[in-house]
């Protein structure tokens, strides 16, 4: 079931989730024009010194009527109303026009779907739409997931070689939440694991989570990988991270997702 960050009655939520593909298509598409699909910016802090280092970029619906809708949701609706093919290419170029001009060596991370990756002229027009936002490539932090797996993993090695010979970095995200198929570790040009928040919700509590935890980031040394912990909700559980060895974590701990405006004020 879907559930709304900030939901209606159960009424409005059932009257969304029943509406029909073609109705909730045209809506979808008017709310992209009336720039009702925002992009909020998820602060990521350093892991040693707690500075601001960067954020991750979130889409948003802001619906008129059930409020405001998160990143997942919002590509459940999408896929439903035969659109999972167009969001993610505007949510990227979105969240790319918004770092415009962004502090020089403050980092932008972006989710790129399996199929924007993969597509033809990925490679050629994406750097471009960094460019013409006066952001330096090193600064442009691109995370892709194990959905990658249902693809073609050669086609997406050699594309990620490519935009990272550009100076953008790889990050795998959500490590830990799949069945973690150590063959991406061996053969993508990776930066960096970005743990699932479910790698570090049991860490205070748990020594076997804690002992997993440990591992993942031994490992990733062991490759030179950096280790970024998602989904931090206890000044516990940022210890625990940053004594382990990650190199920064983002959650509620640390800021809610923000506006542009509001991120760049605390920058």
């Known amino acids: 079931m ?94 790319v026009a918004e770092a415009r001009n962004w502090p020089e060596g403050f980092r932008l991370s972006v989710n790129v779907a399996p199929k924007q990756l993969l597509a033809e002229g990925f490679v050629a027009r994406f750097p471009g739409e960094v460019a013409s936002s006066q952001l330096d490539p090193k600064q442009v932090t691109l995370e892709i997931t194990e959905e990658l797996l249902l693809g073609d993993l050669d086609l997406a090695a050699r594309q990620l070689k490519q935009l990272r010979d550009l100076g953008f970095r790889i990050a795998l995200d959500d490590f830990g939440a799949g069945f973690c198929n150590f063959d991406y570790l061996k053969r993508l040009p990776l930066d960096a694991l970005k743990l699932d928040r479910s790698m570090v919700q049991g860490i205070v509590e748990c020594e076997r989570d804690l002992a997993v935890l440990r591992a993942i980031v031994t490992l990733a040394r062991v490759l030179g990988l950096d280790v970024v912990a998602e989904g931090i909700e206890t000044e516990e559980q940022r210890l625990a991270v940053v004594a382990e060895g990650c190199s920064s974590w983002q959650g509620f701990l640390g800021s809610e997702p923000l506006a542009r405006e509001d991120l760049l004020q605390i920058a």
Do not use: C, Y
């Open 2 to 95: 879907i559930i709304l960050q900030r939901p209606g009655s159960v009424e409005q939520q059932s009257a969304l989730l029943e509406r029909d593909p073609t109705e909730l298509s045209d809506e979808l598409e008017l709310a992209l024009r009336l720039g009702q699909v925002e992009i909020r910016f998820q602060p990521q802090f350093a892991g040693d010194s707690g500075h601001m280092v960067g954020a991750e970029a979130l889409a948003r619906w802001k619906h008129p009527r059930f409020g405001e809708i998160g990143a997942r949701d919002l590509f459940d609706l999408a896929a439903r109303a035969g659109l999972a093919d167009n969001l993610p290419g505007h949510i990227l170029s979105l969240a």
